[in-house]
C-alpha cells in the first residue's frame, strides 16, 4: 500500500521522533511511504523546487497514494490542504495526534468531518504500532480483486455523483451499491 505522510514542518524537532515512529510502523508493515514534502524534510532533503512545483508533486503523491497519513501534533495550512486534496480524490485519510496534544487543539474542520473516509486517532508512539496495525485491518485491502469496468459517460457521471453525495471513493460506492442492490437481498 502507498502512504502519503502529513504533518507540520514547524516544530518539526519537537515532533520528529513522533513522526518517524509513525512513518517506521508502516514502513515496518511492508507498506511504502512516498516522498512527501515531510518526508523528504526528515530525511535532510534540501527543497530546491519551486512552490508552485512542490504543490503539483505532492498532490500527484496524493493520487497515487492508498491512504493519506496526517499527524496533527501542530496547525499546518499545507497538511489542510493535503487533507482537502485526499477528500477530494477519495482517499481514505487517518488523522493522528499524540497523547499530549489536548483535543481542544485539533481542527473543528477535521473533527467535525462526517466522510466515512476520514478516521481521527490518538496515540503514544510506543502504541503506534498497535494503532496502526488496527486501522490496516479495518480497511484491509487484500480481499478486493481489481478489474477493468468500461462504463458510458452516464454510468460514470452517477457512480462519481452517488460517490461524492456519500462521501467515499468511486470503488467503495460501487461496492457497497451492488452489495445493497444484490448480495444482500438474496
Not at 497515487?64 to 501534533?73: F, H, P, Q
Request: contains cysteine; proline residues 2%.
Amino acid at each position: 500500500m502507498n502512504i502519503y505522510f502529513a504533518a507540520s514542518t514547524n516544530q518539526l524537532e519537537k515532533n520528529r521522533d513522533n513522526f518517524l515512529a509513525v512513518i517506521a510502523a508502516f514502513k515496518d508493515a511492508g507498506h511504502t511511504v512516498l516522498e512527501s514534502w515531510v518526508v523528504e524534510t526528515l530525511a535532510g532533503s534540501k527543497q530546491t523546487a519551486t512552490s508552485q512545483e512542490l504543490v503539483l508533486k505532492n498532490t500527484q503523491l496524493v493520487q497515487e497514494s492508498d491512504l493519506v497519513v496526517i499527524d496533527l501534533s501542530e496547525r499546518s495550512f499545507g497538511a489542510g490542504y493535503i487533507f482537502g486534496q485526499a477528500l477530494a480524490n477519495h482517499r481514505p485519510v487517518l488523522c493522528l495526534y499524540p497523547h499530549d496534544v489536548p483535543e481542544q487543539r485539533i481542527s473543528e474542520i477535521v473533527k467535525g468531518s462526517t466522510s466515512s473516509l476520514v478516521t481521527v486517532r490518538q496515540y503514544s508512539p510506543e502504541k503506534i504500532d498497535e494503532i496502526i496495525r488496527d486501522y490496516l485491518a479495518g480497511i484491509s485491502l487484500d480481499s478486493l480483486r481489481k478489474f477493468n469496468f468500461i462504463a458510458t459517460e452516464e454510468i460514470v457521471k452517477f457512480i462519481e455523483q452517488g460517490a461524492d453525495r456519500e462521501g467515499k471513493s468511486k470503488s467503495q460506492y460501487l461496492r457497497d451499491l451492488l452489495h445493497s442492490t444484490f448480495i444482500a437481498k438474496k
